[in-house]
């Protein structure tokens, strides 16, 4: 079983300001915990107790004590109390919070920056979908959805662990510091040149906005390029996570 003030952490986690005030999330599952390991900051392992004598979890248990990291056994009652999923998959792992900062940015990367989107699962997909094309920084908006919410952890498959995320106190003067800095920013717009075209500077932003409303006024304003996805069909719209990962292939196919 598992102590009670780990067990009362573990599950305050769920909420946004309690893991800001704390600075951990939570990782459910083998691959994302297993990438927690390799290229994050892990406080922790979880292993259901029942797979405490399974060779498969010994080595998971070996590499966690590797980095250094608790490894404690759960009951079926202390997982029903700590899952995110309806189904548990056997492993999870309490993580610390990376605190990146402008100066973190990988230079030798473009940025995507994300204007409140809004929606976990899509924010999860822009993540991975980064990792994909090899676009290390993400820059969010005020707005957008946690990222260390369970729903956005999950859906990145590990990947939230290999980019540099940072998000944004003053949106405005988060991008004037950056064009200052030489970065160009590209914004998607439906009356913009297409997609295609794109020609990435050596500092290279990309902006996509939230799922309801797009890009917002005062970042068109700041754009220096604007580009758009052509279609043929009758759909209005493309989801945000689409949208961003066909605009991040042009941009690193053209780079």
């Known amino acids: 079983m598992l102590e009670k003030n780990l067990l009362k952490h573990i599950g305050k986690l769920a909420q946004k300001k309690y893991r800001r005030d ?7 599952g083998e691959k994302g915990v297993m990438e927690a390991l390799r ?14 004598d399974d060779e498969h979890y010994a080595e998971l248990t070996r590499a966690a004590k590797q980095r250094g990291a608790e490894v404690h056994f759960a009951s079926n009652l202390d997982i029903n109390k700590i899952k995110t999923t309806e189904t548990f998959s056997g492993v999870m792992a309490l993580c610390e919070m990376p605190e990146n900062d402008f100066d973190d940015i990988d230079q030798q990367s473009h940025i995507l920056y994300l ?12 993540i991975r979908t980064a990792d994909w094309f090899g676009v290390r920084n993400i820059v969010l908006s005020r707005n957008c959805v946690d990222p260390y919410n369970d729903k956005v952890v999950r859906s990145t498959m590990g990947s939230i662990f290999r980019l540099k995320l940072i998000q944004s106190s003053d949106d405005a003067h988060t991008l004037e510091l950056l064009k200052k800095d030489g970065y160009v920013l590209s914004i998607l717009d439906m009356n913009g040149d297409d997609i295609s075209t794109i020609s990435p500077q050596k500092r290279h932003i990309l902006a996509l906005g939230s799922e309801s409303h797009g890009i917002s006024p005062d970042l068109e304003k700041m754009a220096d390029q604007r580009y758009t996805i052509p279609g043929q069909g009758s759909a209005e719209s493309l989801n945000v996570a689409m949208a961003g990962g066909i605009a991040l292939y042009q941009l690193m196919k053209n780079a």
């Not at 704390?22 to 459910?28: A, L, N, S, T």
């Not at 290229?39 to 405490?52: N, Y």
């Not at 204007?115 to 822009?126: H, K």
């Open 115 to 126: 204007e409140n989107i809004s929606d976990p699962g899509n924010l999860g997909t822009l």
């Open 22 to 28: 704390f600075g951990h999330f939570i990782v459910e």
């Open 39 to 52: 290229h994050g900051q892990v406080a922790a392992v979880i292993i259901s107790a029942i797979l405490q």
